[in-house]
């Protein structure tokens, strides 16, 4: 297999972007690094937390600090947040830093995967269906155009995930 710069995830909540990357570091050997962990080890707090002090833009401002350090680095697999698409300079560091992956999820199945999650701002006492829906529609676009592989995800466990990830790869 051609091992690229690094592997970086993109895709909406629900998506798997955790823990198929966790999966695909340990098989590829490269070290796994989650940008909204980063972010909450950085800060102390969780990102509700920062949503709640800071606003949105406080937590996107971390965020692309965060991601611009993730994708300059070498061997790593990196899990995005799914808003982290919506910057522009977001996408340019993310589509430079190696081969990038967009796990691809219905909106069905992110309401399914995060039905019973409470650290997601926002979907925080909302209508999640309608939420999801309308990031879906302003997000996927955005995920298609940087993205070098496109795997389905709905439905399946993370290794046959991680498996078609790593054939693609394989693919000259």
């Known amino acids: 297999m051609i091992e690229p710069k690094n592997l970086v995830l993109v895709g909406p909540m629900g998506a798997g972007k955790s823990t198929i990357g966790k999966l695909l570091a340990q098989q590829s050997g ?11 080890e950085r800060a102390g ?4 937390w920062i949503f709640d002090v800071e606003g949105e833009q406080g937590f996107r401002d971390r965020e692309t600090a965060v991601i611009e350090e993730l994708c300059s680095g070498r061997g790593l697999v ?7 698409i919506m910057r522009e300079e977001n996408r340019k560091a993310i589509s430079s830093a190696g081969t990038v992956i967009y796990l691809f999820a219905s909106v069905a199945q992110q309401l399914q995967r995060t039905r019973r999650d409470r650290k997601r701002p926002l979907l925080q006492g909302k209508d999640r269906e309608k939420v999801l829906r ?3 529609e302003a ?14 995800t709905d439905g399946r466990p993370a290794r046959l995930v991680v498996r078609d ?4 790869l394989e693919k000259p």
């Open 78 to 84: 990196i899990a995005t947040g799914g808003g982290a």
């Open 30 to 40: 490269f070290e796994f690094c989650d940008s909204d962990t980063l972010i909450e």
């Open 165 to 168: 990830i790593r054939q693609a």
């Open 45 to 48: 707090a969780e990102i509700t």
């Open 134 to 136: 309308e990031l879906f």
């Open 139 to 152: 997000r996927e676009p955005l995920y298609q155009e940087v993205a070098d592989i496109v795997v389905q």
